[in-house]
């Protein structure tokens, strides 16, 4: 299904990326650029259409396997 079909948009991607603070500018610029190049090739959608939100947290806010990150 094509989410953006014949100049009509039917939805618009919207991508949330949830990470550990500490990336760079730089590094979330070329994360954002590699994600919208594969959402635009898979949706087939202009890349204008495509969202990215990126959300940082701190390690305290983190958990696996019941154990904080910030305890490792």
């Known amino acids: 299904m094509n989410l953006y079909n014949?100049?009509?948009?039917?939805?618009?991607?919207i991508v949330q990326i949830d990470m550990v603070e500490g990336r760079s500018a730089e590094?979330?610029?070329a994360l954002a650029k590699k994600v919208t190049e594969a959402i635009v090739e898979t949706a087939?959608?202009?890349a204008e259409a495509v969202t990215i939100v990126i959300r940082e947290?701190?390690?305290q806010n983190i958990a696996k396997a019941g154990v904080l990150m910030?305890?490792?």
């Open 70 to 72: 910030s305890d490792k």
């Open 57 to 59: 947290t701190t390690k």
């Open 44 to 46: 087939q959608c202009p």
């Open 6 to 13: 014949g100049g009509r948009k039917e939805k618009m991607p």
């Open 27 to 29: 590094q979330k610029r």
